[in-house]
């Protein structure tokens, strides 16, 4: 039924490189408006489609979407993202990652595993660089979104968006939240369900997997302000990385900060960047040291984090003075010296705290030079120099620096992106119907497949800014304690927090995203997804 629409758009779609954060995204953009303008439907009502650009980006990229206008108020949101990963890990086989047909014969040149081996013999998969990640999703909801405007009085309203950004900070979404509202106000839509179309992952052959909701995360930093001493001389100092060492000790893997619910959990916590932040070589120990981590989440709250961390902070501090307390008598022992009293006074702060701190010394300067300092921040963030994190370390040493403190320390602050989690459970509104049992009655009449409804996609998606599920006392601690908030980095929640609506994740079976052997299968792509979406579709309508 839709095979022959959805083949030559998913090619085009393939053939487009757009990695993520950076210009080829504008490409894959201009593609995808050409595309929807050319339908009949939205050239003849070119005010129900276009690209919104997003605020202050350094290369210029857009929110695309289309508006199908129908009767009544019902509203159906279909979601993906069309940037990729980038093509770097193909290494000499890079200009094939886009080429679905010749990437298949090269790499049956590959050591491969045995299920991937088999996949690519069985011919029923289609391999490349966003082939399941998810350009397969976004040709289907593009054809789906046509089919619907071809109706004649179709009872419900369309709303495609299709954003850039996803594999990074998600801005695309972001973007999208203002526009929904503003798009609901303007035609008085009322929208009934979120359809986003990643891929699910799962190793059994006849059993599919949907998701009514997406894991959260927040991203702690913890900066450590150390003393600084010559290594000659160990003892008149402290080091900051001694004490990140032990914070990562007693928070990575450690499965007791997992979130469970029901019958599921979030992989336990795990670093991404521990450094010291010494720009030069000198033999001295390190003033400072920071580090981030992913922290996933299904119901926990921003608050009992904040104060979970705030906690295993203040006991890494005592633990680490003891071991140096402990260093230190048994080295006096060796030489035959009195030890002497130790002078370290340990200080654990909230990054809302220390900002406090700062504000009360010169207020006024204080922030005439805060806010001088986030606009050269923003200026390296958007010259691609920093990262986000590193942005949001910079402005806790500005804020340090400032009022003098003293090691050792521990800032304990949250960096974008953050991501709430959703879940339907959570949400007021909800569906007139069981979501599983309807998704199943619908595949198995068809194709005999059968569903499997999970609570959570694990992924990490832009569904987490589909609807509000949060509350505001977690919105407070978010902007208290996240550096540059609104100037470095900025999620709209007032407008966030009048969207409530069901969201669901149903898309083609994808494998190995990310990797070389990133592949789809066929069938999802031009039949059973496709389908599936669009009796889920009416039957919502």
Known sequence: MFEDKIKPLFKVLMSVQSDTNTSREVIIEEVILKWIESQTYFSENSHLCGAIPIDKDPYGRQVVWALVKGLGDKTIVLMHHHDAVDIEEYGHIKHLALEPELLLEALKDKILSNQTKKDLESGEWTFGRGSADMKSGAAIQMVLTAHFSEIKDFEGNILLLSVPDEETLSRGMLQSIPLMTSLRDKYQLDYVLAINSEPYFNQIKGKALFYQGSVGKVMPILYVKGVKSHIGDPFSGFNPSLVLADLQRKTELNVDLCDVHKLEATPPPVWVNLKDRKKTYDASIPEAATGYFNWLTFTRSTQSIMDKLVSLSKRTLRDTLSHFQDAYENYCNLTGVIPDEIPFKPVVLTFSQLYDRASQKKPESFQHEYIA?????????????????????????????????????????????????????????????????????????????????????????????????????????????????????????????????????????????????????????????????????????
């Open 373 to 541: 300092y986030q606009e050269k921040v923003i200026e390296a963030l958007h010259e691609n120099k920093i990262t986000l994190p590193e942005a949001s370390t910079r402005l806790i040493e500005f804020a340090v620096d400032w009022i003098e403190l003293e090691g050792p320390a521990i800032i304990v602050a949250i960096s974008g992106p953050y991501y709430p989690h959703i879940n339907n459970h959570f949400i007021d509104k909800k569906l007139p119907f069981p979501l599983e049992k309807t998704i199943n009655d619908i595949a198995g009449a068809k194709y005999d497949l059968v569903f499997e409804g999970q609570e959570f996609f694990m992924g990490i998606s832009d569904m987490s800014y589909a609807a509000w599920s949060g509350n505001t006392e977690d919105i407070e601690i978010i902007k208290a304690n996240s550096p540059g908030w609104d100037y470095v980095y900025h999620i709209p929640f007032d407008e966030l927090s009048t969207i409530s609506m069901p969201v669901v994740n149903i898309g083609p079976w994808g494998k190995d995203l990310h990797k070389v052997t990133e592949r789809v299968l066929t069938k999802d792509i031009y039949e059973r997804m496709p389908y599936i979406i669009k009796e889920l579709i009416l039957k919502c309508l």
